[in-house]
């Protein structure tokens, strides 16, 4: 089937826009997964979804940032008023039962200009 | 908290030589240990875990919980194993996340 699947691939904005990322997690993957991928920080957690709801939210690095989940399937993953400092790859990932083998997908490579 | 720690960024060796690429982590519970691997123009994906005590690809990791540490090792590095590989740890808590190290890129030289 399937794996997860991101769009867009890549997407370039000018500092102070908003821009929504989303995700499509492999059907049925009860888990999902939002991580931020920089160059010399490796793999930054955002946020985590179990089905709808987000118990932990503790990476999202300010108040800019916000995730939402519909129907324990699509994440949307929203910058608000974007800083070049959001500069980087923005992964999705989903796993069929909580904290364990994750699949990821390819990335939003996002560039604040 | 959770905290894993990759002590290197760069990793070169010559074909055919052992690799060993260190991993320490931090957590008070019962851990679950993973190494991920990101290929050039690939999507990260698993390597191996730790419960599962196998080898995939050559590769091998062994939890030392006395030493807090998860290294991987491979004894004969071939070209095809370079590429960026991340260690990461769960708890097995109800509501888990993975963390992960800064990640180390491996070059295997013809």
């Known amino acids: 089937g399937a794996g997860v699947s991101q769009s867009p691939s890549n997407k370039v904005t000018e500092k102070g826009k908003d821009v929504e990322l989303r995700c499509d997690p492999i059907?049925?993957?009860?888990?999902l997964y939002w991580y931020r991928q920089s160059l010399g920080q490796g793999l930054e957690f955002l946020i985590y979804?179990?089905?709808?709801?987000?118990?932990?939210k503790s990476g999202l690095p300010s108040d800019r940032f916000s995730a939402e989940r519909t129907g324990g399937s699509v994440s949307t993953l929203t910058i608000q008023r974007t800083q070049q400092e959001d500069s980087a790859v923005y992964l999705c990932?989903?796993?069929?039962?909580?904290?364990?083998?994750?699949?990821f997908g390819n990335g939003t490579r996002l560039t604040v200009t | 908290a959770q905290r894993v720690t990759q002590p290197e960024k760069l990793l070169s060796v010559f074909k055919g030589a052992p690799v060993e690429l260190k991993c320490n982590y931090s957590?008070?519970?019962?851990?679950?240990l993973f190494w991920y691997v990101q290929y050039s123009r690939q999507r990260l994906q698993l390597l191996l875990r730790?419960?599962s005590r196998e080898s995939i690809k050559g590769f091998t990791a062994d939890l030392n919980k006395g030493e807090t540490s998860f290294h991987l090792k491979k004894p004969f590095a071939q070209e095809e194993d370079s590429a960026m590989y991340y260690c990461a740890l769960s708890d097995t808590g109800a509501n888990s996340k993975l963390t992960f190290g800064k990640g180390i890129t491996l070059s295997v030289r013809p």
């Open positions: 730790h419960i």
């Open positions: 979804f179990q089905g709808n709801s987000a118990p932990d």
């Open positions: 957590y008070s519970g019962s851990p679950e």
């Open positions: 059907s049925g993957h009860t888990a």
């Open positions: 990932a989903s796993s069929a039962n909580r904290g364990r083998v994750l699949h």
